[in-house]
């Protein structure tokens, strides 16, 4: 099975058009204003203008007001929606969109019965739990804690790197895998050459 590929924290259009170049499935736009990887509605609406066809979109959002995020959707024409923090599964559903919801890996929390309250989500993204911070944190989580039949299809994040991504690959079987920090020369800047190293690593592991 072809393991499907977001790059997240996209922030300039060099970096969304070579995440493109390399294969990438999906880009993630983060619009959560405490996170260093945070876009407005402008500059994310520019960027995806200059995407080429068959480049999924994805809005990723943090318990925001629902006017915010009616305000960028209706500047930014994005394919799916990232709700990544305590939202509900009525909310998420809400907006008429596609959408994923992310979960954490948090101690004591049953993950496959959380999941399943996501009846309509895309996909369930799995996390690691780091107190206080809802995301982006690059670090790894046990993927053997995954439970075995998660209701939706498993994408994977949380301290993926050109190191680990194959045996992540190997261990989980994910639907898809969900990177940022981990190709990055700055915070919401993308590194060229991990960028092409991780895409050929999860390539490699599909042949």
């Not at 922030?11 to 736009?29: H, I, V």
Request: charged share 20%.
């Amino acid at each position: 099975m072809k393991t499907r590929v977001k790059i997240c924290g996209i922030t300039r259009l060099e970096d969304a058009l070579l995440a493109a170049q390399t294969g990438a499935d999906a880009l993630g736009f983060v619009f959560y204003a405490p996170s260093p990887r945070n876009v407005t509605a402008a500059q994310a609406a520019d960027i995806l203008l200059r995407l080429p066809a068959f480049v999924t979109s994805v809005g990723l959002f943090v318990d925001a007001d629902r006017a915010f995020v009616e305000q960028v959707l209706a500047q930014v024409p994005l394919d799916l929606l990232q709700f990544h923090g305590d939202e509900t599964p009525e909310y998420c559903a809400s907006f008429g969109r596609p959408y994923i919801k992310a979960l954490r890996m948090q101690p004591g929390v049953d993950i496959a019965a959380l999941a399943q309250q996501y009846s309509d989500a895309r996909g369930i993204l799995l996390d690691a739990w780091v107190p206080g911070v809802p995301g982006g944190t690059g670090t790894t989580f046990d993927w053997h804690s995954i439970p075995q039949a998660l209701a939706k299809p498993l994408i994977l994040a949380g301290g993926l790197d050109v190191d680990n991504v194959q045996l992540a690959i190997r261990q989980v079987r994910p639907w898809a895998v969900d990177i940022s920090g981990g190709v990055e020369a700055a915070k919401g800047i993308k590194d060229a050459d991990k960028v092409r190293a991780f895409m050929q690593q999860v390539y490699a592991r599909a042949n």
